[in-house]
């Protein structure tokens, strides 16, 4: 599965942006699919994840402010991100599984929130 993310840039703080990840193939069967945040000098933690099932689970930081959704039809899976704060500030990846637990990356786009 070759993943294309997209939509990052810079915005004020309280803004939003909306990321897209395009998946190569249908994304209807993989079992996992979920976004991924590495800020300078850290680790990449999940953000948010979504499974095949529609269960989703966020990470505290960005509960009630960001929503990630799928549009099978379009085998893109979105990350809605509102009242961003400076500290979201990181490259964001796509990341994708299969259900025998490979794992597939997006290239990374870069989102900077303006203090």
């Known amino acids: 599965v070759q993943l294309q993310a997209s939509g990052g840039g810079l915005v004020q703080s309280g803004g939003s942006l909306k990321l897209s990840c395009a998946a190569s193939?249908?994304?209807?069967?993989?079992?996992?699919m979920g976004w991924y945040r590495q800020a300078p000098g850290k680790q990449r933690d999940l953000v948010a994840g979504l499974t095949s099932g529609g269960t989703t689970n966020y990470a505290e930081s960005v509960k009630g402010r960001f929503t990630i959704s799928k549009d099978n039809t379009k085998n893109t899976v979105y990350l809605q991100m509102n009242s961003l704060k400076f500290e979201d500030t990181a490259v964001y990846y796509c990341?994708?599984?299969?259900?025998?637990?490979?794992?597939?990356w997006g290239q990374g786009t870069q989102v900077t929130v303006s203090s």
């Open positions: 990341n994708a599984k299969t259900i025998f637990g490979t794992p597939y």
């Open positions: 193939r249908s994304i209807s069967s993989i079992a996992f």
